[in-house]
């Protein structure tokens, strides 16, 4: 099975730049993936690490390190419409099809 | 644009009645999953399903059942509502296959309260 470890909550300032860790316990899996959710919205995509090492897109990056059972979303610039609650997530072979497992989520809050 | 229905919003319902929550995707996809969502404990894997009639249990399958007729639509079903079934549903769907296959595209949501 999995286990994935998220800190809860993280704050900080505008323009500051945010960093939320994701650790894991499973014995196999297809990748390591990143949603945003704004209160009372749907999660929306926002990464996928296939492979060790950095993904960027715009001001949010995402980093996988298998060997080190760990992984990131970084968030720069931050602005106050990244408040939000991020979740990591991973997709695990099963014998039929591979099922997603959720991390408990970190709520980020932004302040002036 | 993508987009995965989920038939109401809010609902309120009495213990022990049956519930059904209805879940519609338009892009063809071929697998659609149904979790919950409670502060502190993130998304639950209820069920999922890869094909039409086929279905999966996840993580918390207990006290619900699932109906795959029709590709497009998954609906989830509480045969007997409890207070502890008090929840957010959300349903989701991926594609089979490629790097889009680890992408999950959900709907906004059912608020369930169960008195």
């Known amino acids: 099975g999995q286990s994935l470890e998220q800190p809860s909550e993280v704050t900080a300032v505008e323009g500051a730049i945010v960093q939320i860790n994701c650790t894991y316990q499973?014995?196999?899996?297809?990748?390591l993936s990143w949603y945003q959710q704004h209160d009372g919205g749907a999660p929306t995509f926002l990464s996928y690490?296939?492979?060790?090492g950095l993904e960027e897109t715009g001001r949010f990056s995402s980093f996988l390190s298998r060997s080190d059972s760990y992984g990131y979303l970084l968030l720069q610039e931050l602005q106050m419409k990244d408040s939000a609650s991020y979740f990591c997530a991973v997709r695990a072979p099963t014998d039929s099809w591979g099922k997603f497992q959720f991390g408990a989520g970190t709520q980020v809050v932004v302040t002036p | 644009d993508v987009k995965v229905t989920q038939s109401s919003r809010y609902l309120v319902k009495r213990t022990g009645e049956k519930v059904f929550l209805e879940c519609v995707q338009d892009?063809?996809?071929?697998?659609m999953f149904w979790y919950r969502q409670d502060p502190g404990l993130g998304l639950r894997l209820i069920y999922f399903s890869y094909d039409v009639k086929m279905k999966e249990k996840g993580d918390i399958p207990e006290g619900y059942s699932v109906s795959r007729e029709k590709k497009e639509r998954f609906s989830l079903i509480l045969e007997s509502a409890s207070t502890n079934q008090t929840s957010m549903y959300l349903c989701?769907?991926?594609?089979?296959?490629?790097?889009?296959?680890?992408?999950?595209?959900f709907g906004a949501g059912s608020r369930l309260t169960v008195l």
């Open positions: 499973t014995s196999g899996f297809y990748g």
């Open positions: 892009m063809d996809h071929e697998n």
């Open positions: 690490n296939a492979l060790d």
């Open positions: 989701a769907s991926s594609i089979d296959r490629g790097q889009k296959a680890n992408v999950l595209t």
